[in-house]
Every structure is written in C-alpha cells, then in structure tokens.
C-alpha cells in the first residue's frame, strides 16, 4: 500500500539522518525484506550508541508513527554501540 511505502522510505530517511547527525558512525548499513504478510527494515551502524524510544526522542515520535499502522519499531543500542534498529510494517 502506498501508505506503507512512504512510512518504510520515511523510516529509513529518518535513521540515517539521525546516524549522520548523532552516531559518530563511520559505516551504516540497511537492510529490506519481506516474511510473509511483513516487510522488514533493518539499519545497523558503527556509532557510539545510546539511542532510544524515551519520551521526547526523534526516535519515539518515529516508534509511534509505526505502530499506528500496526508496526514494531525495536532499538537495540548498548552504550558504545553498535545500534541496530528493525522496524516491522504490515505488507499490504
């Protein structure tokens, strides 16, 4: 659906300008692909890590914009990185 389309573009869009800006990174990498009724986004980077969902984040406002289409948004970003971040999106 071409709802789904923009929100997986904006996604990504998102990230990597949050990577490029805060990460420290020198490498990030993404990653798409479907499992059944799901499209999947992974971005991975080299950063500094500490990102997260908390209230008031780029990254909190981005989590509730997928799960208000029924997605998941999973941040895995331990101090020192690295960050990976996988959103799950409904594939209509």
């Known amino acids: ?6 929100i997986a573009y904006f996604t990504v869009s998102e990230l990597l300008q949050n990577i490029s800006k805060h990460s420290g990174a020198r490498t990030a990498e993404v990653d ?4 059944e009724d799901r499209v999947m986004l992974q971005i991975t ?3 500094r890590g500490g990102a997260g969902t908390s209230a008031g ?6 989590a509730e914009r997928i799960d208000a289409v ?5 941040v895995a970003s331990p ?6 971040v996988t959103a799950e999106l ?3």
Do not use: Q
């Not at 029924?70 to 999973?74: K, R």
């Open 57 to 62: 984040s780029g990254l909190a406002g981005l």
């Open 70 to 74: 029924d997605g998941i948004l999973v």
């Open 1 to 6: 659906a071409p709802a789904i389309e923009g």
């Open 45 to 47: 980077d080299d950063g």
């Open 32 to 35: 798409v692909w479907r499992t």
């Open 79 to 84: 101090p020192g990185g690295p960050t990976t």
């Open 90 to 92: 409904p594939w209509r």
